[in-house]
């Protein structure tokens, strides 16, 4: 076990991060809306950065079958969803997901689980604009069951699957690697927990998975006798064995039945960062902590305060990572959802964090991805039926109210964030030769060839979201990120 470390003064102690950078977020972009069940929904990008997002939405198996659909931003809106799961074949979903999703290239592979038929993964060639018939992972289980997959693609493009087997009073998490890109699995599955105690995960919780060069790494919550931490296992052989674990939960929750609750987790680094949640303390509070990815040695672990008070519930956490930049979303109250940031490392995260709500509605079951600079948020709004999105720029902050100016080549950019349809390029040395603007994606939304030290760059008819300007003189070039709002 490792030593409880939680502690609200060690994540308060650190944070510094509210002078130097800061978030810009756009306003809320509605994905999709219906009026049946939304599962969670996942976002995940592609090589280029573009986002993907999939849900699920529950049937009454009479008028209408379940069905996990899947859309991608283009030109500042999101396509038509399309199925993932082609007829007859029908997803088993729950409230919480029932789905995973991972990307390699232009390839997206989403696992899922079938009644009383096993585990299956639908491939799509095409960055996410079609699917084809699935593939087998797990069969159908003489006298036992599988449920709650995780998939995650290692350095060949090749789809690594874990899920729950149920079987003769045991429960384990099997994990299986395919070797043809998705099309088949390995025959011999292999035991996710085997390096845990207890021989026994949580009958109900979702597992993670990481891969990187031939290290697999599963996070779940186990079982030891009613003792539901969390831990993460390695496999340094891709998949093939999972001979090393470590607890990364200090906080001993002794619970007799499943909380269904299960861990995220993202790298950072040369480290694994968890996020969970926990009612050991008597209040449902998220946690995060840290390990080593190589020697699997367990950091520091921390609480998320609440300013909402000593009562407050929180819930369904995910986290992003990239580098030393992390962000942490988890619900609150039920209703709310809370983000935490860093630029720094775990140990920096900003507080209280930047929080979405909407009077009256129910925010819930968030997910987030991190790229270029930018936090990727999808998220449903159960009051209105609708799946959201948002993007935050993480962006440098000035002391002063000035414009942002690059010193070196005297030119400023203001407004920044552009709030008002306009915004001004000026240079105090040179001649603006060429002012471009492209979106996140490299399309180019506006061009001008001013030949003057100033010009106006008109943006009412640009979608809100975030862009790159490219600045050229007739010695210099300059790239600026630039907020529409």
Same mark, same amino acid.
């Given at each position: 076990?490792?030593?409880?470390?939680?502690?609200?003064?060690?994540?308060?102690?650190?944070?510094?991060?509210?002078?130097?950078?800061?978030?810009?977020?756009?306003?809320?972009?509605?994905?999709?809306?219906?009026?049946?069940?939304?599962?969670?929904?996942?976002?995940?990008?592609?090589?280029?950065?573009?986002?993907?997002?999939?849900?699920?939405?529950?049937?009454?198996?009479?008028?209408? @079958?379940?069905?996990?659909?899947?859309?991608?931003?283009?030109?500042?809106?999101?396509?038509?969803?399309?199925?993932?799961?082609?007829?007859?074949?029908?997803?088993?979903?729950?409230?919480?997901?029932?789905?995973?999703?991972?990307?390699?290239?232009?390839?997206?592979?989403?696992?899922?689980?079938?009644?009383?038929?096993?585990?299956?993964?639908?491939?799509?060639?095409?960055a996410g604009l079609s699917f084809g018939g699935p593939s087998s992972v797990q069969g159908t289980v003489a006298g036992g069951y599988t449920l709650l997959a995780a998939v995650t693609v290692d350095g060949t493009s090749n789809p690594i699957v874990s899920y729950?087997?149920?079987?003769?009073?045991?429960?384990?998490?099997?994990?299986?690697?395919?070797?043809?890109?998705?099309? @088949?699995?390995?025959?011999?599955?292999?035991?996710?927990?085997?390096?845990?105690?207890?021989?026994?995960?949580?009958?109900?919780?979702?597992?993670?998975?990481?891969?990187?060069?031939?290290?697999?790494?599963?996070?779940?919550?186990?079982?030891?006798?009613?003792?539901?931490?969390?831990?993460?296992?390695?496999?340094?052989?891709?998949?093939?064995?999972?001979?090393?674990?470590?607890?990364?939960?200090?906080?001993?929750?002794?619970?007799?039945?499943?909380?269904?609750?299960?861990?995220?987790?993202?790298?950072?680094?040369?480290?694994?960062?968890?996020?969970?949640?926990?009612?050991?303390?008597?209040?449902?509070?998220?946690?995060?902590?840290?390990?080593?990815?190589?020697?699997?040695?367990?950091?520091?672990?921390?609480?998320?305060?609440?300013?909402?008070?000593?009562?407050?519930?929180?819930? *369904?956490?995910?986290?992003?990572?990239?580098?030393?930049?992390?962000?942490?979303?988890?619900?609150?109250?039920?209703?709310?959802?809370?983000?935490?940031?860093?630029?720094?490392?775990?140990?920096?995260?900003?507080?209280?964090?930047?929080?979405?709500?909407?009077?009256?509605?129910?925010? *819930?079951?968030?997910?987030?991805?991190?790229?270029?600079g930018v936090f990727h948020l999808v998220y449903v709004d159960a009051t209105s039926g609708q799946v959201l999105y948002r993007q935050g720029l993480v962006k440098k902050t000035s002391p002063t109210n000035e414009p942002e100016k690059d010193s070196a080549l005297?030119?400023?950019?203001?407004?920044?964030?552009?709030?008002?349809?306009?915004?001004?390029?000026? @240079?105090?040395?040179?001649?603006?030769?060429?002012?471009?603007?492209?979106?996140?994606f490299g399309k180019k939304i506006l061009g001008q060839k001013p030949g003057v030290s100033e010009a106006a760059v008109p943006t009412a008819n640009i979608p809100k979201g975030v862009y790159f300007l490219k600045l050229k003189t007739l010695k210099d070039e300059?790239?600026?990120?630039?907020?529409?709002?």
């Open positions: 076990m490792i030593s409880k470390l939680f502690c609200l003064a060690l994540l308060l102690s650190n944070l510094s991060l509210a002078a130097q950078t800061t978030i810009v977020w756009s306003d809320s972009m509605v994905v999709d809306a219906t009026p049946r069940p939304i599962t969670a929904p996942s976002i995940a990008l592609l090589s280029d950065g573009t986002p993907i997002v999939t849900w699920g939405v529950n049937g009454d198996f009479v008028n209408f @079958s379940s069905q996990i659909w899947c859309s991608r931003l283009e030109n500042g809106a999101f396509t038509t969803p399309v199925g993932v799961v082609q007829a007859p074949d029908v997803p088993l979903l729950y409230g919480f997901g029932g789905f995973d999703v991972a990307i390699s290239d232009s390839q997206v592979f989403v696992v899922f689980e079938q009644s009383a038929q096993g585990i299956f993964l639908a491939r799509s060639d095409d729950i087997l149920y079987k003769d009073n045991s429960t384990n998490y099997l994990v299986r690697r395919s070797t043809d890109g998705g099309l @088949s699995f390995n025959d011999d599955a292999v035991k996710g927990n085997a390096a845990a105690p207890g021989d026994a995960v949580c009958e109900c919780c979702n597992s993670d998975l990481l891969s990187s060069g031939d290290s697999v790494w599963l996070v779940f919550r186990n079982n030891n006798q009613n003792l539901r931490d969390i831990w993460v296992s390695r496999s340094s052989d891709l998949a093939a064995t999972f001979n090393t674990a470590t607890d990364v939960d200090a906080t001993d929750w002794q619970l007799n039945v499943c909380p269904i609750a299960g861990p995220r987790m993202a790298r950072s680094g040369d480290s694994l960062v968890t996020v969970w949640m926990s009612g050991a303390s008597g209040k449902q509070r998220v946690y995060l902590s840290t390990l080593h990815a190589v020697t699997m040695q367990a950091g520091q672990q921390l609480e998320f305060p609440s300013p909402t008070g000593p009562e407050t519930v929180q819930s *369904q956490t995910e986290v992003a990572a990239l580098g030393d930049t992390l962000g942490v979303v988890f619900v609150e109250n039920s209703k709310e959802l809370v983000f935490h940031y860093s630029t720094k490392g775990a140990t920096n995260l900003d507080s209280p964090g930047t929080r979405f709500a909407i009077p009256d509605h129910t925010l *819930q079951l968030p997910s987030i991805a991190f790229r270029n005297d030119i400023s950019v203001f407004p920044n964030p552009v709030e008002t349809g306009v915004f001004w390029v000026k @240079s105090e040395t040179q001649e603006l030769q060429e002012i471009s603007l492209f979106d996140v300059l790239t600026r990120l630039i907020i529409v709002r």
